[in-house]
């Protein structure tokens, strides 16, 4: 069965302080990797698609990576507005549309 | 252009009753997805819709139903509430199985 796995849990960083979080995934064949970023009580916001090893992506302070195992979510240089909750999921190939998620990273900056 | 939009927003039901919950699809998209996310977790994935049938569903049980509409619109049917469904539900829009851009979201709390 396919599964995601995000570390840390929580990320405490002060504005500034660059840092990566992790998803480590397993999947039968991989369709997509998603990002998305979640405030409180809302739905959660697209970030980023990645399909091939060795692929990135960049959007303002944010770079998702990925590699045949895992991806990251490059925070360069922090602010206080980037405070929230990171998700990865995966799309398998042989699924039609259903995304795995993972529990997420709760990321706070603080000024 | 207006995302996805949900309704709505707050319900409160007691043990025992049924629930709609409703989602209109971004402008374009011809595909619906389902999701419940309990607090502190990643969302999971309920079903799919496209072309007015349930293409893939997860791990939920008969309870959960739904419905498309010929305008792409779809609901979200629960039946015999228990106080585990408590969460916040989530519809995910997207053209065929590309990126989901997902709404808002309903928060049930059943008592």
């Known amino acids: 069965e396919d599964q995601v796995t995000q570390s840390p849990e929580a990320l405490r960083l002060q504005e500034g302080e660059s840092s990566s979080l992790n998803c480590s995934y397993t999947?039968?064949?991989?369709?997509?990797l998603f990002w998305y970023r979640q405030d409180p009580g809302k739905g959660p916001e697209f970030l980023f698609t990645?399909?091939?090893a060795g692929e990135e992506k960049e959007k303002e302070r944010l770079k998702a990576t990925l590699t045949k195992k895992e991806s990251f979510l490059h925070i360069t240089a922090p602010k206080p507005e980037d405070s929230a909750t990171y998700l990865c999921?995966?799309?398998?190939?042989?699924?039609?549309?259903?995304?795995?998620f993972g529990a997420g990273t709760q990321v706070v900056v603080t000024p | 252009d207006a995302g996805v939009t949900q309704s709505p927003t707050h319900l409160i039901k007691t043990r025992g009753q049924q629930v709609t919950l409703r989602c209109s699809p971004k402008?374009?998209?011809?595909?619906v997805s389902w999701y419940q996310q309990a607090l502190g977790q990643g969302p999971q994935f309920i079903f799919q819709?496209?072309?007015?049938?349930?293409?893939q569903r997860g791990n939920f049980p008969d309870r959960f139903s739904g419905h498309q509409f010929p305008n792409y619109s779809s609901e979200l049917n629960v039946n015999a509430l228990l106080l585990g469904d408590s969460a916040l539900y989530l519809c995910?829009?997207?053209?065929?199985?590309?990126?989901?851009?997902f709404g808002p979201g309903t928060r049930l709390l059943v008592l």
């Open positions: 995910a829009s997207s053209f065929g199985q590309e990126t989901q851009y």
């Open positions: 999947v039968s064949g991989l369709r997509g």
């Open positions: 990645l399909y091939s």
């Open positions: 999921a995966v799309q398998a190939t042989d699924s039609w549309g259903k995304l795995q």
């Open positions: 402008s374009g998209h011809d595909t």
């Open positions: 819709y496209y072309e007015e049938e349930e293409r």
